[in-house]
């Protein structure tokens, strides 16, 4: 990274920093997340490494001695007399130093950071809560018992690739949570949880791409509540409860329009009683998902919009039913439905839905069953080969 992109980086940070301060609760009063009752070993977990105590203690700095990291960008300021000194006068930053020097002033020693000269580049610490305030790439390993939040944040970026996280205790909280946080872009992370690996609340215009997430325990794998106009694209997800569940705030269809593409949703965990993927808000966008094993509900507010995706598997005397259509208005169109007990429910009452060029083949007892009166909805141009 060349002087003149650093020196725009700092120049760019300092003031996010100073809104940040006033906008929320300083470090030292916050224990964490507000809703849900913290897990006792996540209250046990002393407070965070959080990114604000040393960007607060080393950007403010900065406001007025814009040059003082040049230490680390090898680009050494002009002296003048009528200047402070500035703070580091020592060698460029070296990238291949291991020691217990912090160059990049992150929180993380040399021997421990994958890049010592660049503070947006970091490791977490096992067992700790990261609160993040800035946009991050997260140094590759496997990190155990740690949770990243992102709380009231707006424009942030977090590069997860190579980065396993392992949540081995059950806990109310998630590995990965987004709180009231706005246009952030998380891809990239591995997540092996016994509980919630990915919790959105609040938020919107989120995007969660290329990740892999298994959970182990009956509790949501990914779980938006009140989350509006987020994207969730290439998710690969596996376990045993609901996989993927959006549900709207009270009483309210916010929540909704929410778009999921191209992922994938595998049940592995046989003996939970709730399982599938459910779209509870409304107006969703569905579109190239494949679920194996599991069913698509659509229930609350409906409005959604799903199409090519393949739902397969369901032979269970469970549910055994591919989709169940517990809402209204929903557009359901060119999607593969095959090797179910039935292809498709729609429940009593429900109106205005649209079933439109499905492939609904293959599943052992029919192709579609309607409790809804017939001229409510419309069931057209789907293969069928049963009676
Ligand atoms: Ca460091």
């Known amino acids: 990274m060349g002087p003149a992109t650093r020196t725009a980086t700092i120049s760019n940070q300092a003031p996010a920093a100073s809104s940040t301060l006033f906008r929320n609760p300083p470090p030292s009063t916050f224990a964490g997340p507000k809703e849900k009752t913290p897990a006792p070993s996540a209250l046990a977990t002393p407070p965070p490494k959080t990114k604000e105590t040393w960007r607060l203690k080393d950007i403010l700095p900065l406001l007025f001695f814009p040059l003082s990291l040049s230490g680390c960008s090898g680009d050494e300021p002009t002296p003048d007399a009528g200047m402070p000194p500035p703070r580091d006068s020592g060698p460029a930053c070296d990238p291949d130093l291991r020691s217990e020097l912090d160059q990049d002033r992150d929180g993380f020693p040399s021997r421990l950071d994958c890049?010592?000269?660049?503070?947006?580049?970091?490791?977490?610490?096992?067992g700790a809560t990261l609160y993040l305030q800035q946009s991050a790439v997260i140094c590759p390993g496997t990190y155990?018992?740690?949770?990243?939040?992102?709380?009231?944040?707006?424009?942030?970026?977090?590069?997860?690739?190579?980065?396993?996280?392992?949540?081995?205790?059950?806990?109310?909280?998630?590995?990965?949570?987004?709180?009231?946080?706005?246009?952030?872009?998380?891809?990239?992370?591995?997540?092996?949880?016994?509980?919630?690996?990915?919790?959105?609340?609040?938020?919107?215009?989120?995007?969660?791409?290329d990740m892999k997430i298994r959970t182990t325990a009956c509790t949501d794998a990914v779980h938006l509540a009140a989350s509006a106009a987020n994207r969730l694209e290439a998710l690969e997800i596996d376990g045993g409860g609901l996989l993927l569940n959006l549900v709207p705030a009270e009483d309210t269809a916010t929540g909704g329009r929410n778009e999921i593409y191209s992922s994938t949703f595998i049940l592995t965990a046989q003996d939970c009683p709730a399982s599938g993927v459910v779209l509870t808000s409304g107006a969703n966008r569905f579109s190239g998902n494949t679920l194996e094993g599991l069913p698509l509900y659509l229930q609350g507010f409906g409005e959604?919009?799903?199409?090519?995706?393949?739902?397969?598997?369901?032979?269970?005397?469970?549910?055994?039913?591919?989709?169940?259509?517990?809402?209204?208005?929903?557009?359901?169109?060119?999607?593969?439905?095959?090797?179910?007990?039935?292809?498709?429910?729609?429940?009593?009452?429900?109106?205005?839905?649209?079933?439109?060029?499905?492939?609904?083949?293959?599943?052992?007892?029919?192709?579609?069953?309607?409790?809804?009166?017939?001229?409510?909805?419309?069931?057209?141009?789907?293969?069928?080969?049963?009676?």
């Open 144 to 209: 155990r018992n740690v949770r990243i939040v992102i709380e009231q944040q707006d424009s942030l970026s977090l590069d997860g690739t190579g980065v396993t996280l392992e949540r081995e205790e059950e806990s109310p909280q998630a590995v990965l949570e987004l709180n009231l946080a706005n246009n952030i872009s998380v891809h990239g992370f591995n997540v092996v949880s016994r509980g919630i690996a990915l919790y959105l609340n609040g938020g919107s215009q989120n995007r969660l791409e």
């Open 115 to 126: 890049a010592d000269c660049d503070p947006n580049r970091f490791p977490l610490e096992d």
């Open 304 to 387: 959604n919009i799903l199409e090519g995706n393949f739902i397969g598997g369901n032979e269970s005397p469970g549910v055994g039913i591919g989709l169940v259509i517990y809402a209204s208005g929903n557009r359901v169109e060119q999607n593969t439905l095959s090797e179910n007990r039935l292809g498709i429910l729609l429940g009593p009452e429900v109106k205005n839905n649209s079933i439109l060029n499905n492939d609904l083949r293959n599943n052992s007892e029919a192709c579609l069953e309607s409790l809804a009166a017939p001229e409510d909805n419309r069931v057209e141009n789907n293969s069928c080969d049963h009676p």
